[in-house]
């Protein structure tokens, strides 16, 4: 496939990009450090330094958009939030244009999107036909995916990835925490019964191939593994997965103090599973988390 992948040079487009190269694909990135991502793969991925670099003779079978930038990097100021939204729902609104004015538009396109659809709901137990609670995250979600799916009326296929926590030690958050943990200082937020929905990289890679490749895939799809676990849970398995104590604990008012509205990423999370991906075949490699950390750890299981 001749595929265009947006985020390509991010935590999870970094390591999809050499997958894709590995099955045969043509892959474009568009990415502001063209000639780095041209250097990184020795001119085997062509590279756009934005959007309106295509032209409509530009020709894909597949678009993959991860373009965003990170919600948990900075605090959630106006112009952070305006930021945030800007580079999902603006850009996406972008790219489905750009669709609708090429002479052949691609056949499918997966778009990023987030559990935080959801918003904080407590034990409830979530999958694709859940409603959700109303806050930022949903909003912002809500106008990204909505934003994905005008590509439908022009006959292109459309699969939402709602990611949840994506464990690699390379990114996300288990780079963040692997150091904290390592020196026995990591512990539970707030009260550790917030849910925390997760998904192994591996995993998480392997699911969009799997959704790229068959037609018969479209819609909303949960990203996460169907085995979700509490904060506290989280950080005991962590804890031990690398030898260590994980005694301290951070209150919740000290979060919220710190965070303002950002906290409820730490203090706030979704019980999400992954019905629709099960029940279209897809296999996880790493449902658990104790097996996903040794995976990603290079540890074996005892």
């Not at 603006?90 to 559990?115: H, Q």
């Not at 990591?186 to 799997?210: H, K, N, T």
């Not at 509205?261 to 599973?273: A, I, K, Y």
Request: hydrophobic share 45%.
């Amino acid at each position: 496939m001749r595929i265009l992948l947006t985020g390509g040079t991010g935590f999870l487009g970094s390591h999809l990009t050499p997958l894709l190269l590995k099955e045969g694909h043509h892959v474009t990135i568009v990415t502001r450090q063209p000639m780095k991502v041209f250097t990184r793969y020795d001119g085997m991925v062509r590279a756009l330094r934005r959007l309106a670099d295509l032209t409509v003779n530009d020709h894909f079978d597949a678009v993959i958009n991860l373009s965003g930038e990170g919600i948990a990097d900075k605090p959630w100021t106006h112009p952070r939030k305006l930021a945030l939204y800007t580079s999902r729902v603006n850009f996406t609104e972008e790219l489905v244009d750009w669709m609708r004015r090429a002479v052949r538009p691609p056949k499918v396109l997966l778009s990023g999107s987030a559990i935080g659809w959801y918003g904080d709901q407590g034990d409830a137990l979530l999958d694709e036909d859940s409603a959700f609670h109303d806050e930022f995250t949903h909003h912002l979600t809500r106008d990204w995916e909505k934003a994905a799916m005008e590509a439908r009326k022009i006959g292109v296929r459309v699969c939402l990835l709602r990611t949840g926590v994506v464990l690699g030690r390379a990114g996300g958050m288990l780079r963040r925490l692997l150091p904290v943990f390592g020196l026995s200082l990591g512990g539970r937020m707030g009260d550790g019964r917030q849910w925390m929905s997760w998904i192994s990289l591996q995993d998480w890679l392997a699911a969009v191939l799997f959704l790229l490749a068959d037609d018969r895939h479209d819609g909303v799809f949960n990203l996460t593994s169907p085995q979700p676990v509490t904060n506290t849970d989280f950080t005991e398995q962590l804890a031990e997965a690398l030898g260590r104590k994980a005694f301290l604990h951070v209150p919740g008012s000290v979060l919220r103090m710190l965070m303002g509205e950002m906290s409820v990423l730490m203090l706030g999370g979704q019980r999400v599973l992954p019905s629709r991906l099960l029940n279209a075949g897809f296999r996880f490699r790493a449902p658990a988390l104790r097996k996903s950390l040794e995976l990603e750890l290079g540890m074996s299981g005892n």
